[in-house]
């Protein structure tokens, strides 16, 4: 993907005090196929769907809109389209990570790391108990943000509401997924976002564990263990993992040819590169851009 191609936040909005957007979902949006338009974001996007029906890419994923109650949530870098919706009520938010402080939560992780973990969830259904606290938030959020541009207290509110919202959000996923309270925001798990983190700057230029396992100060070894304690996965499978989410992306998302992405990726071996990508997902890249436009033109067609 170019660089054209990615979208600013400041596209949006006219307020330029503080890297944040928030607005009412557009009621409906068609949009034709020649006019679509799907691009990378340098924000953060979260989306919560009230009611209604809408269809949406997020990478080579296709996804319905039409449970209510949602959040959805968009990390920086993902590409995403928004394709079409009808009836649709809900808010939808944008901000930059500089908005969000460096300091750590209670439990001594990053506030970024709460980000990257709801992302990874993508999905979170609200049950009705929870329904009239988010919603308090979100309409607050939106109040505060439609303020005068310099009223008193307004970043900081803003910057309160929304990290109270993504607290919130990380709880929802902590109940999704039981293993996380388990974890007990345990050295392993601090140490285990430290190398996402860490992997997000380098997956491109660094392929092996040796270079992450260095920087963090652990072993081979004691990485794998970490990463396999909290995610299941060797850290190489998760190395080689976000490689191949990116490879996707260049595939679906540009006109890039598959011997140039692999040299964005940092490989010396375009063979070695569609071997390795045919390994991860059963088709060669070349199959694997023709069918997923296949299958995603034939869900657009659908009326």
């Known amino acids: 993907?170019?660089?054209?191609?990615?979208?600013?936040?400041?596209?949006?909005?006219d307020k330029k005090d503080l890297p944040f957007f928030m607005r009412p979902l557009l009621h409906e949006k068609n949009r034709d196929r020649k006019k679509r338009d799907p691009h990378?974001?340098?924000y953060h996007e979260i989306i919560y769907f009230k009611s209604g029906e809408a269809l949406q890419n997020i990478d080579d994923e296709i996804i319905n809109l039409k449970t209510p109650?949602?959040?959805?949530l968009i990390?920086?870098?993902?590409?995403?389209?928004f394709i079409k919706g009808k009836n649709m009520q809900g808010f939808l938010i944008r901000f930059d990570s500089e908005l969000i402080p460096f300091q750590k939560t209670i439990d001594n992780i990053s506030f970024l790391s709460i980000i990257h973990n709801i992302s990874k969830v993508?999905?979170?259904?609200?049950?009705?108990e929870d329904v009239s606290q988010f919603e308090a938030i979100l309409n607050q959020l939106h109040y505060e943000y439609l303020s005068p541009l310099y009223s008193y207290g307004r970043r900081n509110t803003i910057v309160f509401l929304l990290l109270t919202?993504?607290?919130?959000?990380?709880?929802?996923?902590?109940?999704?997924n039981s293993d996380e309270q388990n974890l007990n925001q345990s050295y392993e798990k601090k140490m285990y976002y430290k190398f996402l983190e860490l992997l997000e700057l380098n997956f491109s230029s660094y392929h092996e564990c040796d270079f992450y396992a260095h920087e963090?100060?652990?072993s081979n070894r004691k990485l794998t263990e970490i990463t396999?304690?909290?995610?299941?996965s060797s850290s190489k499978k998760i190395i080689i993992d976000r490689i191949i989410i990116e490879a996707k992306r260049l595939l679906l998302y540009s006109q890039i040819s598959s011997k140039e992405i692999s040299f964005i990726l940092g490989f010396e071996s375009p063979s070695y590169f569609s071997r390795l990508f045919k390994n991860k997902t059963g088709e060669s890249p070349n199959s694997y851009k023709k069918n997923i436009k296949s299958k995603e033109n034939a869900y657009f067609e659908k009326r």
């Open 165 to 176: 919202l993504l607290v919130k959000l990380q709880r929802k996923c902590n109940e999704i």
């Open 40 to 42: 990378r974001h340098t």
């Open 216 to 218: 963090l100060g652990l």
């Open 75 to 81: 990390e920086r870098g993902q590409v995403h389209d």
């Open 228 to 232: 396999m304690f909290v995610n299941g």
């Open 1 to 13: 993907m170019k660089d054209k191609d990615l979208i600013r936040l400041d596209k949006f909005s």
């Open 69 to 72: 109650n949602t959040f959805y």
């Open 122 to 128: 993508n999905t979170i259904i609200l049950g009705k």
